[in-house]
């Protein structure tokens, strides 16, 4: 095929993997009952007069599946990451004996179960906008280089190609969709 349709295919490719991937790192933000370090990535710290990462000043790790630990690397930031995770607003009440800091995750109601399968079936809605939007951009730009002279066998094996893509990619969604609403669901 003409190098310039492949490079709108790889565009198109290139921006539905974003889609995914936002996708996924996303719906790891979301609380599904089951302690995760990623449940913490939002959390900034004031680290000597900077706003830093949680992840950047202390080891975070999930001995079971009911609790998170943090250690920081300093035992003087214990305080201002304790304070940092309570003004994150997630909903957690951090344990601190002077050395760590132990979250323990709250069993999820019924009804925050479903809201938060609400919010999962969101963001996979605007990752399916997302793949079908790379879609249309690739489509119109081939059209548009059919009008410069690339052959209608070559437009539509390209208008197929990037069908097959997000349909591949849009099945993908859906997998990761089902998957964390039955992680969520999961009592």
Do not use: A, R, Y
């Given at each position: 095929m003409n190098e310039e349709a492949d490079?709108?295919?790889e565009m198109a490719l290139d921006q539905m993997k974003a889609a995914i991937?936002?996708?996924e790192k996303e719906l790891g933000h979301l609380r599904a009952g089951k302690a995760s370090p990623r449940m913490l990535d939002s959390?900034?710290?004031n680290y000597y007069g900077t706003m830093t990462p949680l992840a950047q000043t202390s080891s975070i790790t999930t001995p079971d599946a009911k609790t998170i630990v943090v250690q920081p690397w300093e035992k003087g930031m214990i305080a201002p990451i304790e304070k940092a995770i309570i003004n994150a607003n997630l909903g957690?009440?951090?344990d601190n004996n002077g050395e760590i800091i132990r979250i323990f995750i709250p069993?999820?109601?019924e009804e925050r179960r479903h809201s938060l399968v609400k919010d999962v079936n969101?963001?996979?809605e605007s990752a399916k906008v997302s793949i079908r939007n790379a879609r249309r951009d690739a489509n119109e730009q081939l059209k548009k280089l059919l009008k410069e002279g690339l052959s209608e066998d070559m437009e539509k094996d390209g208008l197929d190609q990037?069908?097959?893509i997000t349909d591949d990619y849009s099945k993908k969604a859906d997998e990761i969709l089902a998957a964390k609403e039955k992680e969520i669901l999961t009592v």
């Open positions: 490079m709108i295919i991937e936002h996708l959390v900034m710290v957690f009440n951090p069993p999820l109601t969101k963001e996979g990037v069908q097959k």
